[in-house]
């Protein structure tokens, strides 16, 4: 009888764990990972981000949470230590708007420790418009220029990107439980994507002519930006074998909503 009395105590004290639902704000930092970038981190890079959560506590090791957030990611190949990069003189930024469900698992028992780290893992999906400054200070944004070929006819295997994409937001933070209604946590996450433009930028040049009768001057003119004479089709504009990422990092603070209720 003992191994069953052990499963019901078990079962018992897990079910009667107070469940909450919890609001977060987060207010930190971004930054991306890209064609335009030879450095995992660079604080010319850093951008703003905040988020809103809305979070399930079930008392116990898994949590669940789904929320909403804002950053504004970019980089420029001014910043780039290789000169060959440098003169390459591309450069982006972009509003990123996420909204995302994860799993957050407390790596210890919540009902015993205040403090404690955590890992969270799960799927969103975001909005991004890469947008970059002409010679002339004219904002413009670059996915309607298929400033790689994309949606040219002579370019068959280069189409259009969507501006909305999925994510696998992973990563893992520290909380410190106040009084059981408020949480303090320091939190990174990182964003695993399937697109390589967010930075639109992503594998050669094309025909910078064919380019300019399709799209216009301004679509070669912000596709090939070096100032030296323009070699040949092909030439390589991007890396297409490593997918763009980008990375939230900051302070989190959740208060406990509604009343608590324990599941018995």
């Not at 909450?20 to 971004?30: I, K, L, P």
């Not at 008392?59 to 190949?77: E, K």
């Not at 947008?131 to 040219?152: A, I």
């Amino acid at each position: 009888m003992k191994p069953y009395l052990f499963v019901f105590l078990f079962l018992f004290s897990t079910s009667a764990r107070a469940q909450q639902w919890f609001a977060e704000v987060t207010a930190g930092t971004s930054s991306y990972n890209g064609d335009l970038t030879q450095k995992e981190v660079s604080a010319k890079r850093l951008g703003p981000m905040i988020g809103l959560n809305i979070k399930y506590n079930t008392g116990d090791f898994v949590n669940i949470r789904g929320g909403i957030s804002y950053a504004r990611l970019g980089a420029n190949d001014k910043n780039n230590p290789d000169p060959g990069l440098q003169s390459r003189r591309l450069n982006f930024k972009t509003n990123v708007i996420e909204l995302n469900v994860c799993a957050e698992v407390n790596v210890l028992d919540p009902e015993t420790f205040y403090s404690y780290p955590y890992i969270f893992g799960g799927v969103g999906v975001f909005h991004f418009n890469p947008y970059t400054y002409d010679d002339y200070g004219h904002k413009t944004f670059l996915q309607p220029l298929g400033t790689e070929g994309q949606g040219l006819a002579s370019y068959p295997n280069r189409k259009k990107y969507s501006l909305y994409q999925v994510c696998f937001p992973v990563g893992g933070g520290f909380k410190y439980n106040y009084k059981k209604d408020w949480e303090i946590s320091f939190e990174f996450g990182y964003r695993i994507l399937f697109t390589d433009y967010l930075d639109d930028v992503s594998k050669t040049y094309v025909n910078l002519k064919a380019l300019q009768e399709a799209n216009g001057n301004e679509a070669a003119d912000l596709s090939y930006r070096k100032q030296t004479p323009f070699l040949e089709e092909g030439e390589k504009r991007g890396n297409s074998g490593v997918r763009d990422s980008y990375f939230f990092a900051g302070i989190k603070i959740a208060t406990a909503i509604g009343k608590k209720k324990r599941d018995r």
